[in-house]
Structures are given as structure tokens and as C-alpha cells.
């Protein structure tokens, strides 16, 4: 195996491994779990499905994957913060959303070469990456996973406490 | 900038913020915050602080930097749960020993060539390496990142609310 690949596989492995435990996460909880705030007085588990959602939709387009699915779930999720918004969709709906735009994600990953990897991501521009090489679409998702993963620690939180 | 140095940058600038965000958290709460649980009947921050930093001095033998600093600590943080020890280190030391585990790391991830951090890690056998040449020394700090950034989401939430 390539140097290259093997980092490669190291990365995604990781982004693999947190999107399936959040999966497991959320899908242990039921709608009433996930109206709940994580802790007193903090965001609720609606807010963080469609934060982690809208957050991984951006993902698309700024890796070159086309539109993002649902523009507004950023503007509700990310831009604004929980208990702001009167009405949010409805958590069948954020559900569905996580789940697609997650399948959507690994579908064009599985596209993507070795070489493309090492190219830059939309948001940063060509002189910067000339200089910060670093910057490119794999390190997008090194840090998508870490946003992920402090997320999930919050959402486990809502996870029925064990007994004994 | 060799590619595999590009891969080296982008995992220990991960590693470096999530430590740098956590050593912000901590630093900002008080000793008495850090007695605190993070939800009703979950962790409290002391435990956090604890598990964190026996997690990182454990890297030390599995990356091959010499022994543990407190083999103990890993004893009472990772193998016990919270609430199940009478007597824990103080704060004071906690702050302390977190402190000085993450300055060994970064020495000694400092004195590593781009070729050391593609060697196998030492929790890995020469066999299972040869099989799955991603399982190397850079691995572990992709997969120890994500664990801090994990409990970094659990732990801002011992940070005082916003008021308005």
C-alpha cells in the first residue's frame, strides 16, 4: 500500500468509526430523548442532530461534491443557536437528513482518487494552499471528525444513565 | 514540503488545538467547578481531567517514549468509573499532571523523523502491522485527538452559561 493510502485509510477509518457511533447514538434515542437538553440550561438533542447534519452538508460543496442539500438547516443550525428558532423540521426529518447527506458524503468519497485528496478544498484559496499545503480535502475531514466526536460526547450524555 | 510531512502537519496541528482548547477549558474553571458533574449524574470534571491526562501518559510506552508517569492514575481514570474511588489526587496535582504529560508528548513527537511516525505503535503486533500498515505511531494521535475532542465537548459544558 502507497504511503498516501494508507494515510488515507487512517482518516477515513476515523470519520467511518465516529459517523457509526453517532448513528448508534441517535438511533438509541427516541424523539422524546432527543427534545431533551444535553445538560441543564444547554442545547437540546434536536439541535445538535441538525447542527451535526447541517455541518456535514456544508462539507459538500466545499469539498466539490455540488450543492449543499438543505441551505437553511445552516442558517437554523449553525448560524443560530438552539431555542432561537420557533419552529424547527420535525426530527423524522432531521433523521432522514443526517442519514443522506452522511450516504451522499461516502458516495462521493469512494470517488474520490488518491490525488484528489491532496487537492485544496473550496475554502481556501490558491495562494494560501501554495503555502499551507496542509489545507487540503483530507484534512477537511480530520477536522469534521473532531467536531464530530465533541459533539457525540454531548449527545451520549441524553443515553439512559446505567443502573446499579 | 514532502507529502508525508504534509500528513505529519496536518494530524499534530489537530492535536495541538484540541490540547491547547482543553488546556483553555481548564483553565478557565475553577477547582470547585471541576467538582462539578457535567449532567445530572454523569461525570464530574475531575474525572474528566484524570481520564485525560492517564490517557495521554499511557501514549507514552505505546509510542515508545519510556514508562508511564503514574500508572496508577490510568488505574483509577480509565479502569475505574468516576464515584467508585473515595480518595482522588487533588485538583492542584490533576492540573498539574495533565500539564506535564502533554509537555513530554510534544517533546518527544518533536524528536520524531517523518519515517518514525509510519512505525508500527507498540499496542499493534509485527504481524497485524503488516496487514494493516495504517495502525502506525501517526494513528494514534488521530484516534487520541479524537478522543480529547470527544470529552472536550462534555467538559465546556462545567463552563459558566451566557446570560441574555
Redesign the interface.
Known sequence: ?L??E??I???L??WNV?VKRTDDVINSLSDEDLMKE?????NRGIYLLGHLAAVHDKMLPVLGFGDQMNPKAYQVFVEQADKTIPELPSITDLRAYWNEVNARLATNFNNLTPKDW?QKHNSVSEEDFARE??R?K??LV??R???L??????LA?LKS?KTG
Do not use: S, W
Not at 149 to 154: D, E, K, P, V
Open positions: 500500500m504511503q498516501e494508507v494515510f485509510r487512517m482518516v477509518d476515523a465516529h444535553i445538560a441543564p440550561g444547554r491532496f499545503p496542509h487540503n483530507l484534512n480530520v477536522n471528525t473532531n467536531h466526536a465533541n459533539h457525540l460526547g454531548q450524555l444513565k
